[in-house]
């Protein structure tokens, strides 16, 4: 080696060593933020092509579901869950293992600019909009439809036959029950105190009535689950809420819930302020709830998953005492998980353990500021490119599929925020969609999903081993 050569080669080693050392930590660092006005903090990202020793001959192959099918067990003919071999699986209707991987609100736009894009890319034809729409989901990795789709659009596609897409039904049973007493605030419905109306005799015999419905859809084999509400606000501190109750009516079933189930526990009121109580009361609202609307949910629809009220509270997560009581009525835990870049693998276990049960996250995004967007609303990671909205997506569900306890993710959403058209607060101008308002997708972001989302069974016999 001339000298020349070898003082290009050591300076270069020398600029590069920092990024040397983080490649063989198996991540690198990705610059984001939590919204607009907030600086950019570096964190650890982790993508698949990082991952040490990672390497796929062959990608295993998938069925319509996006199932492995070099693994089978019992076929009933519906989705199900099972755990087998130290993991938990959703099995498709017909037998073979599933990671679910799905996009909420695959709906038109309404706005100007998507409705010019829908008369010229799929001339003004719904049943095209949604074939091709489907087409595109399912050749990036999406075999799915979360919360806040057009079901109806998806069942009757000619499509739904040989390449069905799995689909999800929100019912809204608690604030549908509690319509006129609740409020809109971002991304859920309020409630007085922050307490849902639980205790009262009414919400058992309104889940009865709403759910003798659900017995026409008993037969559909590509009906996912149900979810039966969002967000609810489960909360350590919802003992005082509804002891605060009684102030506005000393009659409020709510209210004296509250107080008969300290009695019954050999509680005061004044012991409601001590965290220990407050946690074991959760519990107690978390089983009053989930068992009501299992029960009903199954009396007439007993083939179909209960997923859940999509739980986003922190504390009722950590909360031991709410998950075990959840646990034995639903048969996975929708997860709406923001705020963390990656995962928390410890959170996520005791989860699991907690439940017994399986989870899945229901929503999470990242937002990119080269969208052209403001991204003022919503809870998602804001960070500069397209690309590293890819890049974040890889680094999530790594964390995701290295849990035993995680069957699944749905993305938050399919299309962006249009800021001319009203919207709810958390939904105004956030660049959340894999497609833009005009139906052309982001592509980076687009590339970055496809190559995980079909690399997901070779990833979880990676980790797994």
Not at 284 to 298: D, E, M, N, P, R
Request: one cysteine or more; glycine letters at 8%.
């Amino acid at each position: 080696m001339n000298t020349r050569f070898r003082y290009f080669y050591i300076t270069l080693s020398i600029i590069l060593l920092p990024y040397l050392a983080e490649a063989q930590n198996n991540y690198f660092k990705v610059e984001a933020k939590k919204k607009p006005t907030s600086p950019y903090i570096a964190y650890e990202t982790r993508t698949v092509s990082q991952l040490p020793n990672f390497k796929v001959d062959k990608v295993i192959a998938t069925n319509i579901y996006g199932s492995r099918l070099d693994k089978k067990t019992k076929a009933t003919g519906f989705f199900r869950t099972e755990f087998i071999d130290g993991r938990w699986w959703v099995v498709d209707p017909e037998g073979y293992l599933n990671i679910c991987r799905a996009v909420n609100n695959i709906q038109k736009g309404n706005g100007t600019v998507s409705k010019d894009a829908l008369a010229s890319k799929f001339e003004n034809n719904d049943t095209t909009w949604m074939t091709k729409t489907m087409e595109y989901l399912n050749s990036i990795g999406f075999y799915g439809a979360g919360s806040w789709s057009v079901n109806d659009a998806i069942i009757s596609n000619p499509r739904q036959k040989n390449s069905p897409m799995a689909y999800t039904i929100m019912l809204n049973w608690m604030s549908g029950y509690g319509r006129g007493r609740t409020v809109q605030l971002p991304g859920h419905m309020g409630y007085p105190n922050n307490c849902i109306f639980v205790f009262e005799k009414g919400f058992a015999e309104y889940c009865e009535t709403k759910a003798k419905a659900l017995a026409a859809n008993k037969n559909d084999k590509n009906l996912f689950g149900y979810f039966t509400d969002n967000e609810l606000p489960f909360k350590d501190v919802n003992l005082t809420g509804y002891l605060g109750l009684g102030q506005l009516d000393p009659k409020n079933e709510n209210y004296l819930a509250a107080k008969q189930w300290l009695a019954d526990n050999n509680f005061t009121e004044t012991d409601a302020a001590n965290i220990d109580v407050q946690r074991k009361f959760l519990g107690h609202v978390g089983k009053t709830y989930f068992s009501i609307v299992h029960k009903a949910l199954k009396k007439y629809d007993p083939n179909h998953m209960n997923l859940g009220p999509r739980v986003d509270k922190e504390d009722a997560r950590a909360n031991d005492y709410f998950m075990k009581a959840i646990g034995p009525y639903v048969d996975i835990l929708a997860i709406n998980y923001y705020r963390e870049w990656t995962p928390n693998s410890a959170f996520m276990t005791t989860w699991g353990t907690n439940l017994n049960k399986p989870f899945m996250v229901t929503e999470f995004y990242t937002k990119g500021e080269d969208s052209g967007l403001a991204n003022t609303s919503g809870a998602g990671w804001i960070v500069r490119t397209q690309l590293e909205r890819g890049y974040e997506y890889q680094n999530y569900t790594l964390a995701l599929l290295e849990s035993k306890y995680c069957v699944g993710w749905h993305w938050f959403k399919y299309m962006d925020n249009d800021p001319s058209m009203p919207g709810e607060p958390s939904n105004i101008d956030g660049n959340k969609g894999i497609m833009k308002i005009d139906y052309e997708p982001y592509t980076p972001l687009a590339e970055q999903m496809m190559d995980l989302n079909f690399k997901v069974y070779n990833l979880i016999d990676y980790f797994d081993k």
